[in-house]
């Protein structure tokens, strides 16, 4: 089964916004098997969007389409199927009824325009929306399968995952294919390639493909196989060799991010933590609290952007600002072990630095460091020199310094999550 | 002129990397007035590219490709389009000069395969790579413009901007064509079009194009005309019609975000500002400092995620949340008045609520409540009731407190910026 994703609206082609829902779309089908040929991008004008249908229908059997789905005017791909293939649109109750109880939720008006969302091709398998108002659609007529998915990212990920997705895995159900990611930082791309070149040379199944993101590097490991059991055999095998190479940079595995497999740490230890931020101005201890549950762990703790509220606020001593400037060694290890004392948690972590794009006095963009007290030994200190653009920067001294911490709680005998 | 844009390489059709290349080369031709018709991508595969090549021709006048330029075997662009138009490739003497300079830099030996890197369309103009080593093209034959780009991001921007920009500039040149983005918050897309209904509809020059994204909606309105003057004043008029009818949700304009407009506002006014955060957690400030220059403003503030934290740290009285709960309009009010105090700043902000997805005992999630307190004034409190993902209702919450805040300076007679 050869694929292709259709992506409608004209705000793509105008360059307001990127295709991700096409790579999205397209990893979901590398991993139960499906070719993807193609990706589309049309705008919304139903005779070229029609051209593309009849083009797709020409070297495709199966037609993904994302966006058009919405209430305005201009939203018109399902009107357009619908027309082609002679069929008609009708109203799905389900829809209808879980739009009205939107707008009840919301407390507002519904303006007439909505109804038009609840509209499906007749015949078509109703795919809902857990996450907006348009419901997606599956139809297949002569040879093709077509389905229709919203434009937003936050809808048609989890449509397509956890309701497209079953139904085409059980078309194409000829044998079992299982992923498993594997999650790395604190290493490039390139040299983590280097180090396990002869695996990556002579796998076939499983199938290793790395892949850099964010400072992150991901290796994803496909085995195709009989039953499920047989499948995660073989990944087993070539995740055992993967971390037995690179195994002091591995953190995590399939959706986990740092701060999640931090936190996951945190609550199984009973630890709690506190952070003051300078330079990551609280983006530590709101990527923390990206994670439900983290209010255990968490106790909370403060930004100290300003130079005056590190010492009225924090109660760090003049001196050390005065002797070693604000982006320290030792003004990180302060502000680590202040505001651990003064919120009572086992752990604290101290940020601060230049985040660019201007030097911090003879510090030049870039300079970050970070400190983490735990219990009652001195303070660890890392420093970082970073080279991206200002929010970059704190991103990664953010990302940098949940892996330090994690690292630092795994040496000193804390239990993985 | 009419364009399509091609993009190269199986790693996209397989997921493995969003096509941010046609986002970026879209926008830049939207400035120069060429309208893009379709975004197109294909796999390293020569007999699908031939094809793709070949619909493109039917359709558009200038095609311009981006990756399949490099130094391996997948690399197959040049060759392909070499062989539909028959012309041959030949070395181009800068590029190759520039290849052997590469590898002397960086102390490596030049693999024979990176040969093939300087070979480039007999008769086209060649577009100089500054940040890689394969040159761009750019060729003109029967009716067509045929563009070939490299494919990473740091090589085809810039070369697209300074090389091939300017080329298709000087071939389009038929007037001025001007955009200009206007910004809105608290509305919908559906109901903002509604409002502007009779203006979507009836203009054609400027256009208006609508766009929802993170819970804002942006119009963009592009004007054609003899002179850039010209072009702007038709932009104006059409402004001044959509904030005459929506002006109570607009922010800001272009590349605005709302945490940058409230930072040039507070630091015009010459205002400072602190904020306590529950289910925020840190975010509020992390996004105002994104800002370069927000030291002056951002005092910094208090990360209050646990109760007792409330307490001991910001010194609520402990009355307030047995009364009120943490989830109240009574706690918000409290959090801003005390944070406020606490670090002297002209403004503070509390943030609290129950993100989700679990609710905070009777209080359901997704709950907010938002409070403001300036100068002498008793707080102002806002209540937010959200349908999101937990994220989503905490970048939800810190958005809103930007828009409330602005729009209440605005109120109390403080400058926009």
Redesign the interface.
């Known amino acids: 089964m050869n694929a292709e994703i259709i ?1 409608v609206g ?11 829902n ?9 991993e139960i098997g499906i ?9 919304d ?1 139903p005779n ?1 969007l029609l ?2 249908i009849t ?1 797709a229908e020409n ?1 495709s059997d199966l037609i993904i389409f994302s966006g058009g789905l ?3 005017k201009d939203d018109l791909t399902k009107e357009t199927i619908a027309k082609h293939l002679h069929i008609e649109l009708e109203e799905d109750k389900d829809a209808m009824k879980s739009i009205v109880e ?1 707008f009840q ?4 008006p519904m ?1 007439e ?2 109804r038009k969302q609840a509209l499906v091709l007749r015949g078509s398998h109703v795919l809902a929306n857990k ?1 907006g108002m348009a419901p997606g659609m599956m139809y297949t007529a002569s040879n093709h399968t077509y389905i229709l998915l919203p434009g ?1 990212p ?1 809808e048609i990920e989890p449509m397509f995952q956890f309701e497209a997705k079953p139904l085409l895995t059980s078309l194409v159900s000829k044998g079992q294919i299982v992923s498993h990611v594997l999650r790395f930082y604190g290493i490039g791309e390139a040299e983590l390639e280097d180090k396990l070149q002869h695996l990556l040379e002579n796998q076939t199944n499983p199938t290793l ?1 790395p ?1 850099a993101s964010d400072g992150e590097v991901t290796i994803r490991i496909t085995a195709n196989a009989d039953t499920t059991e047989e499948a995660w055999k073989k990944i087993r095998v070539a995740k055992e060799e993967i971390l037995h190479i690179a195994g002091d940079y591995f953190y995590g595995v399939d959706d986990d991010s740092i701060s999640s497999v931090l936190t996951k740490m945190l609550m199984k230890n009973e630890l709690t933590i506190a ?1 003051a ?1 300078s ?8 990527e ?3 994670n ?1 549950g ?2 255990e762990a ?9 130079e ?2 590190k010492i009225n ?1 924090l109660g760090m001593e003049k001196e050390v600002i005065e002797q070693h400037g604000v982006v320290s060694s030792e003004c990180a290890s302060e502000m680590a072990r202040l505001v651990k004392e ?2 009572g948690s086992t752990i604290g972590v101290g940020l601060t630095g230049a ?4 030097a911090h006095g003879n510090k030049p963009a870039g300079t970050v460091w970070i400190g983490i007290a735990i219990g009652d030994e001195p303070p660890h200190t890392y420093r970082l020199q970073l080279s991206g653009s ?2 970059t920067n ?1 991103l990664r001294a953010t990302k940098s310094a949940f892996y330090r911490l994690i690292q630092l709680l795994i040496e000193k005998g804390y239990e993985r999550a």
Chains 1, 2 share one sequence.
Request: glycine share 8%; aromatic share 8%.
């Open positions: 992506a004209s705000e793509l082609l105008l360059g307001q916004i990127t295709n991700s096409a790579r999205f779309i397209s990893s979901q089908l590398a070719n993807v040929y193609y990706h589309t991008v049309v705008g004008n070229r051209d593309a083009i070297r919405g209430p305005t939107f939720n919301q407390n507002k303006t325009n909505n996450n937003p936050k493909a892949l952070a931020e330079l990551t101005a609280g983006l530590f201890q709101a923390l609290a990206n439900p983290v209010g968490l106790l909370g703790g403060m930004v100290t952007y300003n005056q509220v606020q003064k919120f985040a660019g794009p201007q200002r929010n704190r």
